[in-house]
């Protein structure tokens, strides 16, 4: 069960105050519900458990989701004004116990991201959505969403590492990585710092991967979503989905490192 106030004055001395809220009452729903997607989205991405458990399963609501669902005026101590209600009943579930306690700091990392309107990174909601196929068991998704997370975020890292560069909108995963292996060896020339580059230059294409991050993610997301798009695929083992979502994020934890260490 769970409540949303919204930031409205009712004017109870009005004879007609009542009827003006029955008039809009699907419309109060939609911005309560409004307000409560807002809530999940970030929930969904910054949360977890204290049994390690995070909500990648969370979705935002749509009406048919909702049940028991109430229109009520509060004073400004939040007490109902009674006589009045506006209820659309029906079947409830609620959960209870660790699976829904949270430690300060999850809570407080919530709260932050709602007060300060950050958006979620575009990689983080794609990953989401795979997490979400994968355990929704719509498994030829997940490479699709997992691929997706990682050439949206090839572009916004080698954005950082390569800040006065100018890339067309079309540029493709494998030149986001030639770049960004090229500006990461850059900065650890300049910086005194050591880095393995991720490709053999004398070995054209994909075929040149050196990096064993980078390679799993090829063959375990890439090549398995190129199957799924281009040839039709449509037989994605619980193995695979997972393997996509798991190299994935491998791929770009290592990539994160380097910049973090050679460049910010």
């Given at each position: 069960?769970?409540?949303?106030?919204?930031?409205?004055?009712?004017?109870?001395?009005?004879?007609?105050?009542?009827?003006?809220?029955?008039?809009?009452?699907?419309?109060?729903?939609?911005?309560?519900?409004?307000?409560?997607?807002?809530?999940?989205?970030?929930?969904?991405?910054?949360?977890?458990?204290?049994?390690?458990?995070?909500?990648?399963?969370?979705?935002?609501?749509?009406?048919?989701?909702?049940?028991?669902?109430?229109?009520?005026?509060?004073?400004?101590?939040?007490?109902?004004?009674?006589?009045?209600?506006?209820?659309?009943?029906?079947?409830?579930?609620?959960?209870?116990?660790?699976?829904?306690?949270?430690?300060?700091?999850?809570?407080?990392?919530?709260?932050?991201?709602?007060?300060?309107?950050?958006?979620?990174?575009?990689?983080?909601?794609?990953?989401?959505?795979?997490?979400?196929?994968?355990?929704?068991?719509?498994?030829?998704?997940?490479?699709?969403?997992?691929?997706?997370?990682?050439?949206?975020?090839?572009?916004?890292?080698?954005?950082?590492?390569?800040?006065?560069?100018?890339?067309?909108?079309?540029?493709?995963?494998?030149?986001?990585?030639?770049?960004?292996?090229?500006?990461?060896?850059?900065?650890?020339?300049?910086?005194?710092?050591?880095?393995?580059?991720?490709?053999?230059?004398?070995?054209?294409?994909?075929?040149?991967?050196?990096?064993?991050?980078?390679?799993?993610?090829?063959?375990?997301?890439?090549?398995?979503?190129?199957?799924?798009?281009?040839?039709?695929?449509?037989?994605?083992?619980?193995?695979?989905?997972?393997?996509?979502i798991k190299h994935t994020m491998t791929a770009i934890s290592m990539v994160e490192n380097c910049i973090q260490t050679l460049i910010l």
């Amino acid at each position: 069960m769970f409540y949303v106030v919204l930031d409205e004055l009712i004017d109870v001395s009005d004879p007609g105050w009542k009827q003006a809220i029955c008039d809009r009452d699907h419309e109060l729903v939609a911005i309560a519900l409004g307000a409560v997607n807002r809530m999940l989205a970030v929930y969904r991405d910054i949360d977890v458990n204290r049994i390690g458990a995070s909500s990648f399963h969370v979705i935002e609501l749509v009406r048919g989701d909702l049940s028991n669902i109430s229109v009520v005026v509060v004073d400004e101590t939040l007490n109902q004004i009674s006589d009045f209600s506006v209820t659309w009943p029906g079947y409830r579930t609620m959960g209870f116990g660790e699976a829904i306690t949270r430690e300060p700091k999850v809570v407080d990392a919530i709260r932050t991201c709602l007060a300060s309107g950050t958006e979620i990174p575009m990689e983080r909601e794609l990953l989401t959505s795979a997490r979400n196929h994968h355990w929704r068991r719509q498994l030829r998704l997940v490479p699709v969403e997992a691929n997706t997370a990682f050439e949206s975020y090839a572009f916004s890292a080698l954005k950082r590492a390569a800040p006065g560069a100018v890339f067309p909108d079309s540029i493709d995963v494998f030149r986001k990585l030639q770049e960004l292996d090229s500006a990461l060896a850059n900065a650890a020339a300049v910086n005194s710092k050591t880095f393995t580059r991720w490709f053999d230059p004398a070995i054209q294409g994909w075929k040149g991967l050196l990096c064993a991050e980078l390679k799993l993610w090829h063959s375990g997301c890439y090549e398995l979503r190129n199957k799924v798009i281009h040839r039709g695929y449509n037989v994605v083992t619980e193995g695979e989905a997972d393997a996509a979502i798991k190299h994935t994020m491998t791929a770009i934890s290592m990539v994160e490192n380097c910049i973090q260490t050679l460049i910010l």
